[in-house]
């Protein structure tokens, strides 16, 4: 697939997405970074190889273009590039608060755009990206966009109005699930395991429960009931759990950065 692919702000979400890019065999010549931050650049070259700029508007010059830059930077960055932007240029927005009508109004004209919530795993190939495209892509367009995000995970589309929700369910939740790895981990030391092989036995204990989740399609209670024996170690951990609100907690975290999504959008 012979185009031209721009990132406009190199942190850690565009860096994770490039990576998964080039784990799928993009040429790394087809992928253009610009940031005002050398030291960003010289990095991801460094890793990566590919092309770097301090000017947005030689990055604007893309047939997609992400713009992975911090909400606040958005107007900035569209007034400077609005007038480079191609016709069949397709412009993504990464940004939690920054909406299809928000862009289009600061663009100032039709121009095909994609809101879109990637997660970080995608630095890994397992990353988890909702999406939506606005009524101007055709659907040579939606194939790119499809290709371009299956190469770092998976993707589902989901209606703008829902995105604050994906913010808290897979935007952030790897921040969660590292929490939780690393009490598992802290767990396993304390019952004396060596803290390199507790934090293994706990990644690939949840990783293995997350492909069991989506390969089986059974409900996660379901699932745990099949581990829970009667009167076994499983149960009386899950008590333990269940009588310091585990599941009240992760709710309310989900909850809580779906509000401050909201609010921020």
């Known amino acids: 697939m012979n185009k031209k692919i721009g990132f406009i702000g190199s942190g850690n979400m565009a860096a994770a ?10 040429n790394s010549s087809s992928i253009i970074a610009s940031n005002p931050s050398r030291e960003k650049l010289e990095k991801l070259n460094k890793l990566y190889n590919i092309n770097i700029t301090d000017n947005n508007i030689e990055t604007a010059d893309s047939d997609i273009i992400f713009l992975s830059v911090k909400p606040d930077k958005y107007p900035y960055v569209i007034d400077e590039i609005k007038n480079f932007i191609k016709n069949d ?10 909406s299809l009508s928000f862009l289009q109004d600061k663009l100032g004209k039709n121009v095909k755009l994609v809101r879109a919530m990637p997660n970080t795993p995608a630095l890994v190939g397992l990353g988890i990206t909702a ?3 606005n009524s101007l892509l ?24 829902l995105f604050p929700a994906v913010v808290g369910i897979a935007g952030s939740s790897p921040a969660y699930v590292y929490m939780f790895i690393e009490a598992l981990a802290d767990g396993g030391v304390y019952a004396g395991l060596p803290r390199d092989k507790a934090l293994k036995m706990a990644a690939s204990a949840v990783q293995g429960s997350a492909a069991m989740v989506l390969k089986t399609n059974e409900h996660p209670g379901l699932l745990k009931d099949k581990v829970c024996s009667p009167g076994g170690t499983t149960i009386e951990a ?15 975290a ?10 921020m959008s």
């Open 138 to 161: 055709n659907e040579e367009d939606i194939k790119f966009i499809e290709f371009i995000f299956s190469s770092f995970g998976e993707y589902e589309y989901i209606k703008e109005q």
């Open 89 to 98: 240029t397709i412009v993504v927005s990464i940004a939690p608060s920054i």
């Open 254 to 263: 989900v909850i809580k950065a779906y509000e401050k999504s909201t609010k």
């Open 17 to 26: 997405m490039i990576a998964g890019l080039i784990k799928k065999g993009i």
């Open 131 to 133: 999406i939506c495209p």
């Open 238 to 252: 899950v008590r333990e759990l269940e009588k310091n609100n585990f599941r009240y907690s992760v709710m309310e």
